[in-house]
């Protein structure tokens, strides 16, 4: 219960408290944008391997590293964001609020998997064998916990015409692309055969 309730406080509370144009220039907009963008980085390096213990060169970038621990805050941390992303457009609260909660919550995902950090390096290798590995498997882990049909699903209960809402649309389409592509990376991989048939269809519990 304390590990739900501290997560659901940095993804809820922290995380998403912005708006969908940016940060204004009065003192409170910032404060609150800098608080997010540190909270943003805790939650994305508590899914990020570090680098203790060095990468089998010899493995499939996407079979998970065996390390227990990792695996289930990874687990734990994927399990909740998707839930706190598919409750974003069905509350009460107004357009801006929820549209910029899904804007948030995709634009972590994909500082997990690593987009944002190509896009900030204009094209510019920037990740290492370990981080590149860390990355596919976060891919591999969305990918098995439906979270295609989930961001898939959400851009039908978005107004198109609401302003400001198409950068949160460019992030979610962008990591839609990104788990499109895993998924044939898996298809093709040894490892398919563990996979499973139905994405959305995993249990959860563990």
């Known amino acids: 219960k304390p ?4 997560l659901n406080y940095l ?6 408290q912005g708006n969908l144009n ?8 910032k404060k609150k944008a800098a608080t997010s963008s540190l909270t943003q980085k805790v939650l994305v390096a508590l899914v990020a391997k570090t680098g203790e213990r060095p ?5 499939d970038k996407f079979a998970y590293d065996e390390q227990s621990d990792l695996l289930f805050v990874r687990k734990f941390v994927l399990d909740t964001i998707p839930k706190a992303y598919e409750k974003a457009p069905l509350t009460d609260e107004p357009l801006e609020t929820r549209y910029s909660r899904m804007q948030g919550l995709a634009e972590l995902m994909n500082h997990m998997i690593g987009e944002k950090d190509k896009e900030q390096t204009s094209g510019v290798r920037s990740t290492d064998h370990a981080q590149s590995r860390s990355q596919a498997q976060l891919r591999r882990l969305m990918y098995e ?18 302003p400001g809402v198409k950068r949160a649309i460019k992030y979610i389409l962008r990591v839609l692309r990104v788990l499109t592509a895993t998924a044939k990376e898996l298809s093709l991989s040894p490892l398919s055969t563990s996979l499973p048939s139905d994405p959305t269809a995993v249990d959860h519990s563990d």
């Open 11 to 16: 993804i809820y509370d922290l995380l998403c």
């Open 22 to 29: 940016g940060a204004t220039d009065t003192i409170a907009s």
């Open 55 to 59: 990468a089998e060169r010899g493995r």
């Open 145 to 162: 916990k439906g979270f295609v049909d989930k961001l898939t699903l959400s851009i039908a209960e978005i107004s198109l015409n609401y």
């Open 3 to 6: 590990r739900s309730s501290i």
